[in-house]
């Protein structure tokens, strides 16, 4: 049962309630000026305030997102596998992505439950298994990837940097399985976590997916892929997008092979008008990196709470090989002062009050010049959390949608 689950939170508050009317029917029988009974009803006193402390602090949690697992909680999570095939030799263009699940519709949407069927599906531009039940025409029902679109899991391999992201998730619009776009080659959006975090929660906690179902559907933004994945390859280390000497060139992974992954697999365009990347905390920090650093590959990134600076600490360890060069070349706002702006658009999000990063996001903002463009996004109240970035998620979506190529009906490109 995982800790964001609805049915978590409803368990914890039917025990609280439940152990109150126990309570209620036991203190009579306690009544008594014995030891034993006074100490059940200092039991009866602690166990229900527990209970309930409990089930508050699991419904503020569903909130805002502190914690999206139990191996999150308890710091027990497994570490995420690094694979080691060797740069360049790792799978041939065609096994780049595998499809291990597949659900229809955006899996999250007013806290219903994620549900993916297993196999094995065929990849490849044209030849997604679900294609088959599209349902195209008048008669598709509503559970139907051609009204609902698809979220599929998915494990992407690395071609260049050797690395391989397992369980992840990329969300198809109607678009993609309707007649009409058979053809058409859609723009991406690559979403990235926070670190240390579930890429789960791109759907459970920021309803990305239902999000842009919602904003596609009422004409406030074209349609999209959104490939959902997890900046933190190496979990318990935090990387931070970066080319580790010696270790994980993770920066190669999300700048080249998996914009060359999914370009293999799915119908989505290669130019760099038609790919963006967005994400929150690190995943900002990633996300603002990879457009500066792949600008040939980028043309639009947005960072909610983000930050600029290359971090070291005890989560991060040795980044950068102890080199003070590399880890400025790492630091956004030294890029700016000392090399040549990319041709990117950035939106940076932060609030006036309840959030920390606005001074260096300002300050960040105050170094971008051309060709760089910069944009803000500034909540008036806000914080480090899911209900903040919710709120900012549709403009950020309206913002890219402008920028971003169009998938057009009847079109080869």
């Known amino acids: 049962m995982g800790l964001t689950s609805g049915l978590f939170g409803w368990l914890t508050i039917i025990a609280a309630v439940g152990f109150g009317a126990l309570t209620v029917w036991l203190w009579p029988r306690l009544a008594r000026q014995r030891p034993t009974r006074i100490a059940a009803r200092a039991g009866l006193v602690i166990g229900g305030q527990a209970l309930v402390l409990i089930a508050v602090v699991t419904l503020l949690n569903d909130s805002f997102g502190f914690f999206g697992s139990w191996s999150e909680l308890l710091g027990s999570g497994t570490v995420r596998q690094v694979w080691t095939a060797g740069a360049g030799t790792a799978a041939s263009p065609a096994r780049l992505v595998t499809i291990t699940g597949s659900s229809i519709g955006t899996t999250y949407l007013g806290g219903s439950a994620l549900h993916l069927s297993g196999g094995q599906l065929a990849t490849g531009p044209g030849a997604s298994a679900l294609t088959a039940r599209a349902g195209a025409g008048k008669g598709a029902g509503a559970n139907s990837p051609a ?6 899991r998915i494990t992407v391999h690395g071609q260049y940097s050797g690395i391989s992201e397992y369980d ?98 799915f119908r989505v365009q290669s130019a760099r008008s038609g790919w963006s990347v967005i994400g929150y905390s690190t995943g900002a920090y990633c996300a603002a990196k990879l457009a500066m650093l792949y600008p040939d590959q980028f043309a639009a990134a947005v960072g909610m709470s983000g930050y600029y600076t290359a971090a070291r600490d005890r989560t991060t360890g040795n980044l950068y090989g102890s080199s003070v060069a590399y880890r400025n070349e790492n630091n956004l706002d030294w890029r700016l002062r000392h090399l040549p702006a990319p041709p990117v658009s950035v939106l940076v999000a932060s609030s006036a009050s309840g959030e920390k990063n606005l001074p260096g996001t300002l300050a960040f903002l105050h170094l971008i010049h051309p060709p760089m463009r910069g944009f803000s996004l500034i909540l008036r109240h806000g914080g480090h959390n899911y209900f903040t970035w919710r709120r900012e998620l549709p403009q950020a979506l309206r913002w890219l949608s ?6 057009l009906p009847g079109s080869a490109g």
Request: include cysteine; proline fraction near 12%; hydrophobic fraction near 45%.
């Open 168 to 265: 992840e998730y990329v969300y198809l619009p109607p678009q993609y399985f309707q007649p009409a776009y058979a053809r058409a080659r859609f723009p991406v959006v690559l979403a990235l976590t926070g670190y240390p975090n579930d890429t789960i929660n791109l759907m459970h906690l920021l309803h990305l997916p239902a999000i842009a179902a919602r904003l596609t559907g009422a004409g406030q933004i074209r349609p999209a892929v959104y490939l959902m994945l997890n900046p933190s390859v190496a979990l318990p280390r935090d990387t931070e997008c970066t080319n580790i000497p010696a270790g994980p060139q993770v920066a190669t992974f999300f700048g080249r092979d998996v914009p060359l992954a999914i370009e293999h697999a």
């Open 402 to 407: 402008h920028l971003l190529t169009p998938a």
């Open 147 to 152: 009204r609902s679109g698809a979220v599929l």
